[in-house]
């Protein structure tokens, strides 16, 4: 870790993770960890205690319904809700909050409402879920009855133009409702306004500062840092969202706070930040100094 880095590793939890891909924090902080590895989202307390899990589905042995088979990331609504994208599925899978099935969004394909290895979930600020369509190279909005609204991205886009990607992998939202964008193949960052209208762009491919080798999570904290894992680096860089490189902290050889394909991160209110070191089968907790 670099020593201007104004953060520091506090602990590492739920070492019995199978392949967490991705993290989501409640209003008490507690951790909902999307286990690729074990099909099912689990929640861990703020020490990391395991409380339970989702996902296994109900019924019998033959006709499972509501069960997960590759879970990526999850997302919560206002009335505690569960969304849950799934790789393997190509679909939204919707949980009441005692985990229980209700309802399946979308399915394989190219249409709209339709999708083709979902790898991220979030709400914006008015309550919406966005959707990181990764094989069809898009985002998608919808309602949480699972209505389709609108989506951000047409066609697989290679190279340094505007406002297209290739592979995305997660986005997140500023205090003023913009949309970030983590643009894996193509190695940026990419910015649109909350109508989806294309602003800026960052990030460009290297193993330099400030540079991407295969960016995948991202959150934004309240002093409008944006962290990005990188999970071929195993860092995790933190810009300005002006785009403006500021450090990075993590990587292989930090001692206690090493890093092996980080995916998924969140920021809570107060600045401690949770990782995703996936290949590790944990969650890492840095707090700010």
Known sequence: MEASVPVKYRRTVGEELLRPYGVTLDVQDQMWVTEAGGGRVTQLDGDGKRLRSFGRGEGSLLKKIGRLHQPAATAM???????????KLSQVL???????????????????????????????PEGYLWVVDRD????????????????????????PGGGGFNQPSDLAFDSEGNIYVTDKLNCRVVKF?????????????GQEKGHFSDPRGIAID??????????????VLVFHTSGRFL???????????SLYRPIGIAVNSQGTIYICDSRNNRIMIFDKK
């Open 193 to 205: 306004d909350p109508q989806g209208n294309y602003l800026a762009k960052f990030g460009k491919v």
């Open 94 to 124: 919707k949980y009441d909050p005692q985990g229980h099935f209700i309802k399946a969004i979308g399915q394989h394909g190219k249409e709209e409402g339709q999708f083709i290895h979902p790898w991220s979930i979030k709400t914006d």
């Open 222 to 235: 309240r002093n409008e840092r944006v962290f990005i894992t990188d999970a071929y680096l195993d860092y």
């Open 136 to 159: 069809n190279h898009r985002l998608q909005k919808f309602d949480t009855e699972g209505n389709f609204i609108a989506k951000i991205g047409k066609t697989k886009q290679e190279g």
């Open 247 to 257: 450090f990075s902290f993590g990587g292989p050889f930090d001692v206690g706070g």
């Open 77 to 87: 609504d206002k009335m505690g809700n569960f969304y849950v994208a799934d790789f």
